[in-house]
């Protein structure tokens, strides 16, 4: 007697319990997923800016390479010295301009005497990463939003990613995943993407169309440049 009664009374506390104690690994899920960032993968970043052939294709290879929702803008900043700086930002209130808090990251290129030194640095959600310095040397195969400040006529030049640009890097994204699901995971009601494989390093080889930097002017190909002495 004494027993069933203990076994009802263990039955009633059970009942008793808040709902989401019972489903306590479906918000541990959820919670997880909502609000995380992202991974970058740092490889592919560095190369699409090695490769990149102006700020309009850079722009498409980052979309390319981030798994998130948001769209990377870039805002890029040449100096009369030949040092360029690239700002990869989430441009939250679509104002155009890199704005408090919506850094996420910074490629610094400086010219050294044998050619430059290349260092990318993480911001906001990704800070604490530091890429190791990239040497870049005559020989080297670039495009040219690198290779253009060797050029003679070199112009420094300033590039943000507009609101009207952004729907054409959407529609390129959207078609991009489209075309490759395989390397996208499902996402969660957040529209945080979970269940991915780790970012792992790589190098990307594809190249792609874009925007022309520098010297280049709209109707002109522009390709990788091999540096010559």
């Known amino acids: 007697m004494r027993t069933t009664s203990n076994l009802m009374i263990a039955a009633l506390a059970i009942a008793l319990l808040p709902m989401n104690a019972c489903d306590n690994r479906g918000t541990e899920r959820w919670a997880t997923t909502e609000n995380t960032n992202v991974p970058l993968d740092w490889d592919k970043v560095n190369e699409a800016y090695k490769q990149a052939t102006g700020p309009e294709d850079l722009e498409k290879r ?9 769209l990377i803008s870039v805002a890029v900043s040449d100096q009369d010295d030949k040092t360029q700086v690239v700002t990869g930002f989430f441009d939250k209130n679509k104002s155009g301009s890199v704005d408090e808090g919506e850094k996420i990251f910074t490629i610094q290129r400086t010219p050294t005497a044998e050619g430059a030194n290349v260092q990318t640095t993480g911001y906001g959600p990704y800070a604490g990463y530091h890429s190791p310095m990239m040497s870049i040397v005559s020989g080297m195969l670039l495009g040219s939003m690198i290779s ?6 070199y112009v420094p030049m300033a590039y943000v990613t507009s609101s009207a640009r952004m729907g054409d890097l959407h529609n390129q994204r959207t078609a991009h995943r489209a075309a490759n699901p395989a390397k996208y995971g499902p996402t969660s009601r957040s529209g945080r993407n979970y269940g991915t494989k780790p970012s792992t390093p790589s190098r990307s080889t594809g190249r792609s169309g874009g925007g022309r930097f520098g010297l280049a002017r709209r109707g002109r190909t522009v390709r990788p440049q091999r540096l010559t002495d």
């Open 62 to 70: 980052l979309n390319e390479i981030y798994e998130g929702d948001e």
């Open 148 to 153: 253009s400040m060797w050029a003679p006529r």
